[in-house]
């Protein structure tokens, strides 16, 4: 698949296109959770240097779970729930690989309010990523419709609060540039953006797996996370939570 840079776009990112007609395209990042439409006379092809500079970038968060005691403890356990399915299966292998279970489900951000109650019973994990798309478009960082998703992401944050609690459910949530203080008010723990700032396709997930591998009996040390997300804390923010792992004696 071809990848492409907008012209003049600073930071530059990678694209890959959704779709297309006779003048715009419809773009998604190739590692951060946005979508945006621009006129084809912007785009350039990629090279082999931008594409390697994002993909580095991205084995920053391969260190976040390093010192865990794999033998002697129950880690929490994550449902991802994604709105695009390239990114989740690259988190899947990212949970994998840092030896964190995690279920992982492909739903398109709009259905996840009708579907997610019921998958939670179902499942019952200890931590839930929301996450896929979204994107801010500058006209006023307070209206929510300046936001591509972020009004479902907070539908789908009350609902799910409309049965779980934030201790007993810990509920990490947003995409690139979300509405982070909306999220937060509507029940998240975790959510992106402070700095309404596109984040990467980990954030999330690196969140998740810090719960998880944090003791119940602490509290998550979020300078400790932010450290292993690119852009730190302008990307993620949130409360005061517990982790959910705990000691197998």
Same mark, same amino acid.
């Given at each position: 698949?071809?990848?492409?840079?907008?012209? +003049?776009?600073?930071?530059?990112?990678?694209?890959?296109?959704?779709?297309?007609?006779?003048?715009?395209? #419809? #773009?998604?990042?190739?590692?951060?959770?946005?979508?945006?439409?621009?006129?084809?006379? #912007?785009?350039?092809?990629?090279?082999?240097?931008?594409?390697?500079?994002?993909?580095?970038?991205?084995?920053?968060?391969?260190?976040?779970?390093?010192?865990?005691?794999?033998?002697?403890?129950?880690?929490?356990?994550? #449902?991802?729930? =994604? +709105? =695009?399915?390239?990114?989740?299966?690259?988190?899947?292998?990212?949970?994998?690989?840092?030896?964190?279970?995690?279920?992982?489900?492909?739903?398109?951000?709009?259905?996840?309010?009708?579907?997610?109650?019921?998958?939670?019973?179902?499942?019952?994990?200890?931590?839930?990523?929301?996450?896929?798309?979204?994107?801010?478009?500058?006209?006023?960082?307070?209206?929510?419709?300046?936001?591509?998703?972020?009004? *479902?992401?907070?539908?789908?944050?009350?609902?799910?609060?409309?049965?779980?609690?934030?201790?007993?459910?810990?509920?990490?949530?947003?995409?690139?540039?979300?509405?982070?203080?909306?999220?937060?008010?509507? +029940?998240?723990?975790?959510?992106? !953006?402070?700095?309404?700032?596109?984040?990467?396709?980990?954030?999330?997930?690196?969140?998740?797996?810090? *719960?998880?591998?944090? !003791?119940?009996?602490?509290?998550? =040390?979020?300078?400790?996370?932010?450290?292993?997300?690119?852009? +730190?804390?302008?990307?993620?923010?949130?409360?005061?939570?517990?982790?959910?792992?705990?000691?197998?004696?």
């Amino acid at each position: 698949m071809k990848k492409f840079v907008i012209k +003049g776009e600073v930071p530059c990112i990678v694209y890959t296109v959704l779709s297309e007609n006779d003048t715009e395209v #419809l #773009l998604k990042g190739y590692t951060h959770r946005i979508i945006k439409r621009v006129n084809k006379s #912007l785009l350039e092809e990629a090279t082999i240097e931008n594409i390697k500079k994002e993909e580095m970038l991205l084995t920053k968060y391969e260190t976040v779970n390093q010192n865990i005691r794999k033998t002697k403890v129950l880690t929490g356990t994550i #449902l991802h729930i =994604d +709105g =695009d399915k390239e990114y989740l299966k690259s988190c899947m292998s990212f949970y994998k690989k840092l030896n964190v279970f995690a279920w992982g489900i492909y739903i398109k951000e709009k259905e996840v309010k009708y579907k997610i109650l019921k998958i939670l019973e179902e499942l019952s994990p200890d931590i839930v990523v929301i996450t896929g798309h979204d994107a801010y478009n500058g006209q006023g960082i307070k209206d929510l419709n300046n936001y591509e998703n972020s009004k *479902v992401y907070i539908d789908i944050v009350r609902t799910i609060r409309s049965k779980h609690s934030k201790e007993n459910l810990v509920v990490i949530v947003g995409a690139c540039a979300s509405h982070y203080e909306a999220l937060i008010a509507s +029940g998240a723990n975790f959510a992106s !953006s402070p700095g309404r700032i596109n984040i990467h396709t980990y954030d999330p997930a690196v969140v998740a797996i810090k *719960v998880a591998t944090t !003791s119940c009996n602490k509290t998550i =040390d979020f300078d400790s996370v932010a450290k292993h997300i690119i852009d +730190g804390k302008k990307a993620i923010g949130g409360i005061e939570t517990k982790g959910k792992m705990k000691i197998v004696y």
